[in-house]
T-cell receptor, first 114, second 111 residues
Framework: EAGVVQSPRYKIIEKKQPVAFWCNPISGHNTLYWYLQNLGQGPELLIRYENEEAVDDSQLPKDRFSAERLKGVDSTLKIQPAELGDSAVYLC????????????FGPGTRLTVL | SQQGEEDPQALSIQEGENATMNCSYKTSINNLQWYRQNSGRGLVHLILIRSNEREKHSGRLRVTLDTSKKSSSLLITASRAADTASYFCATDSGSARQLTFGSGTQLTVLP
């Protein structure tokens, strides 16, 4: 069974440029999560989807961050414009449902903003 | 914000020794989970312990939970060099069923 797929694995951009990350969750997983992980820290939730509905986006900086999950499968996370402080690893995870079940993580996208 | 705090922040041991990591949290929980993260990789789920459980085993892993002290411990027995990684506790609390991760313990197992 394929795991959570993320692309790109690495991205280097200059500040004020836009950037997008893509995630394909495990087949059949209804719940999808985007996390931000700073160096030496644990992941912090940005947004959670149940199918195509964003049910928890309270931690998403909505002035520059946006996300979508069309058809309740793949998801994209976008930053426009990127700032220096956005440099981090962006992790995608999925789970069968939201009832505190195990989350399966992708390898992450390491973003460097110059 | 991070609910859990792992202790110690870093731990270095010799292969074959046991490694113990602790996690403290602040609010009541539905369950607590431990994850491992190898350098440059995503997190891998290790074990889940529910709020009404006190101890759980999985292979060389032993997890305890003390809800009265709001703390958990992860014991890795007979450690191997391949156990070198960061270990995170994550709490599932409240009706939102959102996982909140601690800042992790960096474990180094020396061959």
């Amino acid at each position: 069974e394929a795991g959570v797929v993320q692309s790109p694995r690495y991205k280097i951009i200059e500040k004020k440029q836009p950037v997008a990350f893509w995630c394909n969750p495990i087949s059949g997983h209804n719940t999808l999560y985007w996390y931000l992980q700073n160096l030496g820290q644990g992941p912090e939730l940005l947004i959670r989807y149940e199918n195509e509905e964003a049910v928890d986006d309270s931690q998403l900086p909505k002035d520059r961050f946006s996300a979508e999950r069309l058809k309740g499968v793949d998801s994209t996370l976008k930053i426009q414009p990127a700032e220096l402080g956005d440099s981090a690893v962006y992790l995608c995870a999925s789970s069968l449902d939201v009832t505190g079940d195990t989350q399966y993580f992708g390898p992450g996208t390491r973003l460097t903003v110059l | 914000s991070q609910q859990g705090e792992e202790d110690p922040q870093a731990l270095s041991i010799q292969e074959g020794e046991n490694a113990t990591m602790n996690c403290s949290y602040k609010t009541s929980i539905n369950n607590l989970q431990w994850y491992r993260q190898n350098s440059g990789r995503g997190l891998v789920h290790l074990i889940l312990i529910r709020s009404n459980e006190r101890e759980k085993h999985s292979g060389r892993l032993r997890v305890t939970l003390d809800t009265s002290k709001k703390s958990s411990s992860l014991l890795i027995t007979a450690s191997r060099a391949a156990d070198t990684a960061s270990y995170f506790c994550a709490t599932d609390s409240g009706s939102a069923r959102q996982l909140t991760f601690g800042s992790g313990t960096q474990l180094t197992v020396l061959p």
